[in-house]
């Protein structure tokens, strides 16, 4: 059975502990408070925040990495101060992580920058025994901790994700 995006989503959120982080899919650079994208922030009591990019097919993978941003991290971004991507981008990121299915692990591993820890999740179909584990570890990148009025609004922005994916359901039924 191919693996799911939902079952990556689930086996993070099981993997951090919703009951000691913060964690919220779909992270866009939309928001005021960030100025990348995620599939998954998860947010420490202490304000550090860990993102998690999920890619479950190979084209997804490779469409991801050619992303301007990931492309050109060393280049400068002349329209904030003159800072690398990968500051202008990461710079409220501890960690940064690619999530995939076992059967692209080492294509991931071949693929990812460097400073990006991979987890890979394992469907195993019998025994009914998912597991996500860490098979690279995440460079840290910035030490940014969120201001506690930041911490606030993020739920806020989780809270609209989930609501408009129960107004969806809602929709279909």
């Known amino acids: 059975m191919k693996t799911k995006t939902i079952q990556i989503e689930v086996a993070i959120i099981n993997e951090f502990d919703v009951r000691r982080h913060l964690i919220v899919p779909n992270v866009t650079p939309l928001s005021h408070l960030v100025g990348f994208e995620a599939d998954m922030l998860v947010l420490t009591s202490s304000g550090y925040a860990t993102a998690f990019e999920i890619?479950?097919?190979?084209s997804d993978l490779k469409n991801d990495l050619k992303k301007s941003h990931i492309k050109?991290?060393?280049t400068l971004?002349?329209?904030?101060?003159?800072?690398?991507c990968l500051e202008f981008y990461y710079r409220k990121l501890k960690y940064f992580?690619?999530?995939?299915?076992?059967?692209?692990?080492?294509?991931?591993?071949?693929?990812?920058?460097?400073?990006?820890?991979?987890?890979?999740?394992?469907?195993n179909e019998y025994p009914k025994l998912n597991r996500l584990y860490q098979v690279r570890g995440a460079k840290k990148l910035f030490n940014y901790k969120w201001e506690e009025k930041n911490q606030f609004e993020l739920p806020r922005l989780g809270t609209m994700r989930i609501s408009n994916l129960k107004r969806a359901i809602l929709s279909n039924i």
């Open 55 to 58: 890619k479950v097919s190979k």
């Open 72 to 74: 050109n991290l060393n």
């Open 77 to 84: 971004w002349r329209s904030y101060r003159g800072k690398k």
């Open 97 to 123: 992580n690619y999530a995939v299915p076992k059967e692209l692990e080492q294509e991931a591993l071949n693929q990812i920058p460097n400073f990006c820890g991979l987890y890979v999740f394992e469907n």
